[in-house]
């Protein structure tokens, strides 16, 4: 079979989780035995190359902004992502790249750099197209469903509208992979991918490598209780409710650390931190930073679609505590329901962390641990995408009376 992903960006490149996950995805295809190529939108011109058994074509960057700038232009941003939306160039580019590699299967994933139109050329060329979902770009400007601190309940009349564009044209995809059960029914729920029967929409969680953790050291008789936090310091995640929580804490008996490049209301955190035992502790390597907690806080006040460091807690053996809410609940519902927190409640998570002061960190139930490290070990996760991609070469077949492509 030879699949072609289309990826807003990819390694070495990094934005943010997908693109993990496309090169997880991508090698571990290979490893079954398909062809596989990677598209994505490169900030410069770069040539085709060979990536750990992947084909990698970039495609030259096109928009007025690249995503990693975009940041540095708040005022260009919306009008940046208008151009996106009607990129010809792109579309072209890719429709090049399409009658040179002649995939049997396109896979796209977040598209936040490139342009629906994608999907229709894909189709037109005879392509089965397969989508995951990330995020929320398909509904949001923002992809995330959040702004100024709070959710877009109801969605921003610009969304709509920038919604309404996108979805002229998803009705080229023939499977839509959702990364939890709670994107996929929030697009559902919006009215996305109705054109697609129930055995065309599933939901494979995201590979996570279950690297080897560094012993974790028995936890001393009296010593503090560790509480970590890891990931974007910025509101959606939450860290804000983290440190509310911890001020009703007594002022001894515990440490938070927190790892995290940085955000923009980083003066903020530190006044909410200033006098309680929390150590900063900038870019860390997950694993080693995990070694070292007794609790993992996950306190997301947006709808998180997936929780990579809650598995990467989980490979470690750290017990985890969460918000209750979309794909966060999802993971640790299947290990510890107990261990839920109402999202974006301070009071509710303080009352949870003085229960871990008293009693201790939460025991790891084994085999919900197990069947969750199961489910996203990247060959697996590899596997399940596979039936994805027969189920939508038979799709495409029965639609178009195309002959469907043989497996290898």
Known sequence: MKILHLSSVYAPQRIGGAEKVVELLAEHSVALGHEVAVAHIAPEPAPAHQRHGV????????????????????????????????????????????????????????????????????????????????????????????????????????????????????????????????????????????????????VIWNPVPTLSAPPRPARAAGAPLTLGFIGRLVPEKGVHRLLQACRQLPPQGWQLRIAGQPGPDQQGLLALAQGLPV??????????????????????????????????AYAAGVPVLGADSAGVAEIIGAVDPQALVPPDDADALARQLLQLLRDGPRPLPAAGRAAVLERTRPAQVAHAYEGVYRRALAQRAATAGHAAPSAR
Not at 285 to 312: C, H, K, N, R, Y
């Open 55 to 202: 084909d990698v074509h970039p495609l030259r960057h096109r928009n007025p902004l690249w995503i990693g700038d975009s940041g540095r232009h708040p005022l260009l941003r919306q009008a940046n992502k208008v151009a996106t939306l009607f990129n010809v160039l792109t579309t072209a580019d890719f429709a090049r790249l399409l009658r040179e590699l002649r995939p049997d299967v396109v896979h796209s994933h977040s598209m936040v750099e490139l342009p629906p139109w994608v999907w229709q050329v894909a189709a037109a060329q005879g392509c089965a197209v397969v989508h995951t979902l990330h995020d929320y770009d398909l509904l949001c400007i923002r992809s995330s469903l959040f702004k100024d601190g709070a959710h877009c309940t109801p969605r921003h009349t610009a969304c709509k509208l920038f919604s309404r564009v996108k979805l002229t044209q998803h009705g080229h995809i023939h499977q839509v992979v959702g990364v939890s059960q709670a994107i996929l029914d929030r697009h559902l729920a919006e009215g996305c991918f109705t054109h697609l029967a129930p055995e065309q929409r599933q």
């Open 279 to 312: 150590q900063w502790m900038g870019y860390v390597e997950p694993m080693a930073f995990l070694a070292g907690l007794d609790t993992l806080v996950v306190p997301s006040v947006w709808l998180e679609p997936f929780g990579l460091t809650i598995v990467e």
